[in-house]
């Protein structure tokens, strides 16, 4: 079949938009076959669209190999190599993406300034990205290395902003890096009087982004900048009053969010247990868990919930925030508060099995009552010596991260009722001791709307790492009367996870995935996580015994 490139830009927008992670490999495959067969340079702007259309989602790799076969293909404009050296640089390929952008850098140099000078900038500044992560990986200020990669790093950034003072997106990062030497008592000896020249730096570009607001020129990164700068200055609350301006902007995507996220903790060093970090990155987190085609681990442990409560009962802070990011600070803290009832299965050993999470008894079955039980998975703990790969109930254990150093951090468990993994693939267990302190999940009978935007969250251990939450492509597919199949990404460790909906509510309790899962309805199958609807093991339980 010949290659149409207007077929693959609408099939691609089609993939990227509804989160189509393998059909957008499957275009992508196409267009490389293509552009190795193809006798001249694929024209520039198709170019330009399938890169930018990839990292939008942030499909790295794919970019990768497309902007890999695209030069192949002998399309060098500096505009696909600068997207290829963005890929490596998230691909965390560094030293391949310092390789291509110092020769982007030569071949966009001041002698062809006139021709190019947002590449020759822009190549310049990847390098200070490049250098800069080479520094936070190396996480020893102390060395030497990492000591000239922090020197190169900021004086890419400032070099540009001096030559250019609208380059305020280089003159924040070389303000947060000379911040971050500060804090990491690092001598710099080829930059003077940095804390003075960081200061003067800030107020200019804050100065700069609020004219750019104030004649409706600001854009996602404008805004991005403006809570920086804020922070640069010490000036917090003035820093919340952009943050809200940044996230309600349309043109704020996985990508702006991510790399912002990742800018606040890993440069800035923000912590959500201390100012500025605990008003500032609840919101951001919020936006991020809610926002499509994020990606983002959030070590729950260092969320405190008496503070989020806090925060969310201060009338200045809803203030400051506006209407919509508050609500999305609210949605963060009960998203919190879900993931306090999960906690990680281990064998008597240790060694991490699955997921379970806290319900109350007479949610699931009327006569348990405000009990407070565990549930999880048949195929993680079954008292059933058929179902051969399941923990005992008598060497198992539950772990809660988030009440870590509690009484009910590490409970024992007994099994009270369990449905074999080929039927409802579920056990409730009842704790050791009592459980305190812990709300549990609400559940919902509501069945979600088929309309291709209902979402599934899930809370769970994955590889048995720490608590991580499942949202990068998490759209509800179908269900039955028995099962749920969604795209929420899940990795071995999540079996026993809860799965939520929007208003975090427990619809199902996740059991498998699969690359090729048969469709609940019609023929074919897709790439499809799946779980047992909540309202299923309610009907199990009918007419059961328990003690």
Known sequence: MSFNKHDFNKNLTQAVSSFDRELAGELCDQLIRHLRERDDPYPLDDAKTALTQL???????????????????EQNDPHVRRQYAQSQLDNANLTAAIITLRQLEQDTAPRAAAENPTEYAEARGLLGRAYKDLYVLADNPNRSRARGFLEKAIEYYRSIYLGDTSKIWQGINSVALIRRAHVDCVELDKIASLSTMADAMAAEILAEVE?????????????????EACIGLGRHDQALEWLPRYLGSSYTSAF??????????????????????DRILPVLKGALLKHRGSEIDIPTAEVAREKLGQLADDEGYEKILGTESFTSFKWFQKCMLRAA??????????????????????????????????????????????VSRALRPSKAAVHFEVQKNTEVSELKVEELWSSPPDKLDATLLRPSRKIENIVPVPITDARPAKDGQQRAYIIGHPQGRKLSFSIHDNYLLDYNDRLLHYRSPTEPGSSGSPVFNDDWELIGLHHAGHRQMPKLHGDGTYPANEGIWITAIKHGLEGVDIA
Do not use: C
């Not at 991510?258 to 970090?277: C, F, H, I, N």
């Open 341 to 386: 009832a999960v906690a990680q299965v281990e064998s008597s050993m240790g060694d991490p099995v699955g997921t379970a999470f806290v319900v109350r008894g007479g949610d699931l079955k009327p006569g348990l009552g405000d009990e407070l039980l565990l549930l999880t998975n048949a195929h993680v703990i079954s008292g059933d010596a058929s």
């Open 211 to 227: 004219s750019r607001y104030h004649r409706k020129k600001a854009d996602t990164w404008d805004f991005a900048t403006g809570v």
């Open 55 to 73: 990292r939008g989602p942030r499909y790295f790799d794919l970019m990768q190999s497309v902007a890999d076969a695209l030069i192949q293909n």
């Open 256 to 277: 702006e969010l991510g790399s912002t996220y990742r800018q606040l903790t890993e440069v800035w060093k923000l912590d959500a247990g201390q100012p500025p970090g």
